[in-house]
Nanobody
Framework: QVHLVESGGGEVQVGGSLVLSCAAS????????MGWYRQAPGKQRELVAT???????VYADSVKGRFTISGDIAKNTMYLQMDNLRPEDTAVYYC??????WGQGTRVTVSS
């Protein structure tokens, strides 16, 4: 079983940027079906961005043009570059592999 550990969360002002990292405990050979979800207080967990089979990327409409998902196979690490952050991006962000393996989450707070 692959363990996933997120890092990079924190508090940032509106319009700021953060980069989240998701480190896998074991060797991964592709980022297929790996992605980022988030859960805001009182809301359900929702998809933010994901790699699909074949290496395509899918983004939630609310983050298109602002967030970028990427990965470094050599480092077994996936990233989420988040730019132009908004208060509504405040949430705990989770990385996942096939929605089976989940990290513990990293909190992002965007303040105005």
């Amino acid at each position: 079983q692959v363990h996933l550990v997120e890092s990079g969360g924190g508090e940032v002002q509106v319009g700021g940027s953060l980069v989240l990292s998701c480190a896998a405990s074991a060797r991964i050979f592709s980022f297929n079906a790996m992605g980022w979800y988030r859960q805001a207080p009182g809301k359900q967990r929702e998809l933010v961005a994901t790699f699909t089979t074949g290496g395509r990327t899918v983004y939630a409409d609310s983050v298109k043009g602002r967030f970028t998902i990427s990965g470094d196979i050599a480092k077994n690490t996936m990233y989420l570059q988040m730019d132009n952050l908004r208060p509504e991006d405040t949430a705990v962000y989770y990385c996942t592999r096939s929605t089976v393996n989940w990290g513990q989450g990293t909190r992002v707070t965007v303040s105005s």
